[in-house]
């Protein structure tokens, strides 16, 4: 008969993969853990910085305190991934009116996360999905020097001072937003870097009731199947560069009726791969 130690030795040895595929390998970030670092690299306090590669995931909601002037989430290393896991990252700002009437207030913090993937010369995937980002005075999320396979995904960004920022290097791709909510931001819905030209693709989103545009572009941007509302300007700017849509629906954008949806660089005709539909116009609601 064996003894219990060895019963015990080999129940151990069994239940080994199960702890390892629960466990995932990722970094576990919360309220609690702020307090004292949540893992190597990452002080006391906010912001929670990442400075190792790796799969990260919320286990509770974020609420920086207030007045903090700091991002909840800074990243600095890559290829990273943040599932925030359902959870919200709260800046505790607050904006009012549909479009959002002026700037909004009461930020606890700068940016919700910052990734900026610093290393001269190269890009870093980045990826966030799976919860909600709100309420920061800078941006909900930023991406800078990202490269074209990264992505906000299932991800609602909302009363910001801005929704979400691209930056980085002039001419590249900067990825994907991918059935994510842009609602109610004190500025534009998700907007490039003022000197850059990026690229970046977005697809199945709402963007929806923020002060002024809902997206400013980078050449050679495309926007499939997305719904563009109750925006203060142009749905889409890109006024300076060349983008591409498809199949997106316009209501009540620039102050609604027979006012421009968008605005662009390249004939209507050229700019438009068809299937957009504008809710302001006569029946059948074709857009121009």
Not at 75 to 101: F, K, R, Y
Request: aromatic content about 10%; glycine content about 14%; proline content about 4%.
């Amino acid at each position: 008969m064996r003894s219990f130690r060895s019963r015990w030795f080999f129940f151990a040895i069994a239940l080994l993969p199960l702890i390892a595929h629960a466990s995932g390998g990722a970094f576990e970030i919360n309220q609690d853990c702020v307090a004292v670092g949540c893992f190597a690299g990452d002080d006391p306090g906010y912001p929670v910085t990442i400075t190792q590669p790796g799969k990260y995931v919320l286990t509770s909601d974020l609420v920086p305190p207030g007045n903090s002037g700091t991002n909840a989430i800074t990243v600095s290393a890559a290829p990273v991934d943040i599932d925030l896991n359902g959870h919200t990252i709260d800046g505790g700002g607050s904006c009012t009116g549909t479009p959002t009437a002026s700037m909004c207030n009461g930020y606890a913090g700068d940016n919700g996360i910052f990734m900026n993937y610093n290393v001269a010369g190269n890009l870093g995937f980045f990826r966030v999905h799976n919860g909600r980002v709100r309420g920061f005075s800078g941006s909900g999320i930023t991406f800078v020097n990202s490269s074209s396979d990264s992505a906000i995904e299932d991800v609602v960004v909302s009363e910001n001072s801005f929704g979400i920022g691209i930056g980085g290097s002039a001419n590249s791709d900067a990825g994907h937003i991918r059935n994510c909510r842009v609602l109610r931001n004190g500025n534009q819905g998700v907007a490039t870097a003022a000197g850059p030209a990026l690229r970046f693709f977005v697809d199945n989103s709402v963007i929806s009731g923020n002060k002024n545009e809902g997206l400013v572009v980078g050449d050679g941007s495309v926007f499939v199947g997305n719904r563009f509302d109750d925006n203060g300007s142009y749905a889409v700017n890109c006024s300076s560069v060349k983008c591409t849509f498809g199949q997106n629906t316009f209501h009540n954008n620039n102050g609604g009726g027979a006012n421009a949806q968008w605005l662009t660089a390249l004939p209507t005709d050229a700019a438009s791969m068809g299937g957009n539909i504008c809710l302001d116009h006569a029946s059948p609601y074709n857009c121009p």
